[in-house]
């Protein structure tokens, strides 16, 4: 009787995403190190990566120790067209289909093996696909669960792919270094390496209990599981995002609390037409903070009935913000940030006409405005002559 | 420092000083209750810099003095003695308390350290205290819980002549009530924004006196600060807290809509079928209310979970109509409706539903008190 190697799940993998669509657009590009954004890097290429260039690097940093990047300002839009033509191939692959970013997916092609053949083979048509219509490089990782399919996708990489045969998955998973493990982050991997374990084979070797001990119940366990290579979940179609945030770099001078509230009013409109834009209610309201230390801090508040409300979401994140007003004052702000959370389906709750109106109308005409005209169509008076930077593109909800 | 009292007094007097003490003090002396043996006689206090607490009662005063101990320590021992004279003394730097043949010794807090009270302002007016209690637990219904919000856990004040009325609003729903009451000077027209939870807490603790004074000194007299004071427990018992600043939403506009719509239900029976169907309406989904035919359908749950569904009997004038509620806030409403009978008005299930007690089915609605809900967007 056949019985199958090959794991069923595949994690596809953009390869440099942005950096990589500006190379297919200009040959200029192709075999350069080429770096996205000029004030923070967003994106880099493999070519920019090799001289220590990562994503999130500040601008002057990356320009230092790669002279030679060239560096391009980000074109939101292509990114976003090359992310839905991806995710037209995926679709047409398999339909079980689960987006993790704009430019990541897992793939389940369990149920293909009459159709199409061997998950390996399915991948390699995939890669061979995506080139072919969309011209982008892309990773792919074949294994049982999704866990080691995401980890094999970060090995391939660049423009590669990798099958962990089932029946090999821990040769494959422990000789590799703890930092490839998901949840595994610089103070994670600072403790680890403290302990003197370095490989997902030392943590293996060390047993839950150990640990626990050592990182806390939550992190022991997870990463135990996963060194282990215990990982149940599926592949779910459709599941929807669990919050929507954005966020926006500030510059070397401290804004005054004006400027702060207007980049403040930028990112909750922003986020708050997604919310409505995918027709959902948010119960959490958060803002991300950054320190002039860089040291990073979060302030929620949870509401008392979901809203999908600009005024709602503005005054509570003007309420957090104000709090953490003093904490500003002493250590200055490097980032800002809003998410809205706890996003919930439901049927909504309407709220009072004071003065004749709820807010509800208000929203629904500049959404519509903003949806036939662009969003620079209409704006608030205090973001006149202001620019907030692109919006990052996301996964369609 | 050193006095006798009855046993009951000081333990009421202590509770309901220390009820208002802050469980987490921004400074430790804010955590101690403030005993004060004067020639008037005993005087307890509390203070969190926001809201102040003083209860004067009768005792055997011996020595003139003051002190500052634990308050929640204080009021747990209170609680908790037997029924005999309770003797207090200042021994050097603790309290000593001596009931039966039971005694503490209490450590002290420094007193001079201990914030000034804020001044009782001139009284405005005042009111009988029941009407007032129950003016307050309707109004509070429909205050906001959320201190993100402080506007919103307010309820405002408006005196004119001789009406107050009362208002509160969550931005769900918002709740009107008029008083009548008896104020200093007949012309008077001023407003106040008090903490919900304070003049509730306040309203319900000075129940057992008649009347309940009133004293607001407006913030461009300083502060903006509201004092209630009234007899209980055998003594004066008093309470101050400082206004919330803002714009209150205009909240009484809102009661002035035509309806489509009138039905009457008695109110008990209502209270009772939402209780029970809306056992499984999950968090924040609705219960459908369906008026037609001579009665009201109420449905909770969706297809996929589970599912209720009750008829009663109702009265209904003019167009059929189906609306859903947040069941909490239609109940918060309801229990607080005084009438035997309960008139709902609406005029579209996207438009607020007007909620007030009638004394019987038909009759003219008591407008003394009015309670507004937003309803929830039905899916169908």
Wanted: aromatic residues 4%.
């Amino acid at each position: 009787m056949f019985v199958s190697v090959e794991g069923t799940i595949l994690h596809a993998d953009l390869d440099a995403f942005y950096a990589s669509v500006e190379q297919r657009d200009n040959p200029r590009l192709r075999g350069r190190p080429v770096i996205v954004g000029s004030g923070v890097v967003l994106a880099s290429s493999y070519e920019a990566r090799a001289c220590g260039v990562r994503t999130a690097m500040n601008g002057r940093q990356a320009y230092r120790l790669c002279p030679q990047a060239i560096v391009v300002p980000p074109r939101m839009t292509a990114y976003v067209a090359a992310s839905r033509a991806v995710f037209e191939v995926f679709a047409q692959t398999t339909p079980v289909v689960e987006g993790l970013s704009i430019d990541e997916a897992f793939l389940d092609v369990g149920g293909l093996r009459r159709l199409r053949g061997a998950p390996s083979g399915i991948a390699r048509d995939l890669r061979r696909d995506v080139l072919d219509q969309v011209g982008l490089p892309i990773s792919v990782g074949v294994a049982r669960t999704k866990f080691l399919a995401k980890v094999a996708s970060g090995v391939a990489k660049p423009d590669g792919i990798l099958v962990v045969p089932t029946d090999a998955e821990l040769e494959f998973l422990h000789p590799l270094p703890v930092e490839r493990l998901w949840g595994v982050g610089t103070v994670t991997s600072a403790t680890l390496r403290a302990a003197r374990i370095r490989t997902v084979g030392d943590l293996a070797a060390r047993g839950e209990k150990g640990l626990v001990s050592l990182l806390g119940p939550g992190v022991g366990r997870h990463l135990h599981d996963l060194a282990h290579n215990h990982d149940a979940r599926r592949v779910q179609v459709g599941r929807r995002r669990g919050s929507v945030g954005a966020q926006h770099s500030l510059g070397r001078t401290q804004p005054s609390p004006a400027e702060l509230d207007a980049v403040l009013l930028a990112l909750v409109d922003r986020v708050c037409r997604r919310l409505r834009a995918g027709g959902r209610t948010s119960r959490t309201v958060t803002i991300r903070l950054r320190f002039g230390d860089f040291a990073r801090a979060t302030r929620s508040h949870t509401l008392p009935v979901p809203t999908a409300r600009t005024q709602v979401v503005l005054d509570t994140a003007r309420e957090l913000l104000r709090a953490a007003r003093p904490s500003i004052e002493r250590r200055g702000v490097t980032l800002l940030g809003v998410a809205v959370g706890g996003l919930d389906d439901g049927p909504e709750q309407l709220a009072l006409p004071f003065d004749g109106t709820t807010g509800a109308e208000l929203d629904t005409a500049v959404d519509a405005v903003q949806d036939r005209f662009g969003t620079p169509a209409l704006s608030r008076a205090v973001q006149l002559g202001r620019d907030h930077g692109p919006a990052a593109p996301l996964l369609p909800d | 420092m050193k006095f006798r009292i009855d046993r009951d007094t000081l333990a009421d007097a202590v509770a309901w000083t220390a009820r208002s003490l802050p469980t987490r003090p921004s400074v430790p002396v804010l955590a101690g209750l403030l005993i004060e043996t004067t020639s008037d006689g005993l005087r307890l206090s509390g203070f969190d810099y926001e809201t102040s607490a003083r209860a004067t009662v009768e005792a055997e005063i011996a020595d003139e003095g003051r002190a500052l101990v634990s308050g929640r320590l204080l009021a747990d021992i209170c609680k908790s003695l037997p029924a005999k004279p309770v003797d207090v003394s200042l021994d050097g730097v603790k309290v000593s308390l001596v009931c039966g043949s039971a005694r503490f010794s209490l450590q002290t807090m420094p007193v001079e350290d201990y914030p000034q009270l804020p001044e009782m302002p001139t009284a405005t007016g005042s009111v009988k205290s029941d009407v007032f209690a129950t003016a307050v637990s309707q109004a509070v219904a429909a205050a906001g819980r959320d201190d993100m919000l402080p506007l919103l856990t307010g309820v405002r004040l408006e005196m004119e002549g001789s009406t107050i009325s009362l208002m509160a609003t969550d931005r769900f729903r918002a709740s009107l009530r008029d008083v009548p009451w008896y104020p200093e000077q007949p012309d008077l027209s001023a407003h106040a924004l008090v903490p919900a939870r304070v003049l509730a807490d306040t309203a319900k603790s000075l129940l057992s006196g008649a009347d309940v004074t009133i004293a607001i000194s407006s913030a461009d007299q300083g502060e903006g600060l509201i004092g209630f004071e009234g007899v209980a427990g055998g003594g004066v018992r008093r309470t101050t807290t400082r206004l919330l600043e803002g714009e209150f939403p205009r909240v009484r506009q809102l009661f002035q809509t035509q309806s489509q719509t009138v039905a009457y239900v008695v109110t008990a029976s209502l209270i009772e079928s939402v209780r029970r169907v809306a056992l499984v309406a999950e968090r924040n989904t609705p219960v459908r209310l369906t008026f037609a035919e001579g009665q009201l359908l109420l449905e909770a749950g969706s297809g996929d979970e589970a599912q209720a569904s009750e008829a009663i009997e109702a009265t209904i004038e003019g167009e059929d109509i189906s609306i859903g509620f947040n069941p909490h806030y239609l109940l918060e409403g309801l229990n607080v409706m005084s009438d035997p009978v309960v008139q709902l008005a609406f005029t579209q299930h996207t438009r607020p539903a007007a909620l007030a007690g009638v004394a019987e089915v038909g009759a003219d609605p008591d407008l003394a008190f009015r309670y507004l809900i937003m309803p929830v967007r039905l899916q169908n």
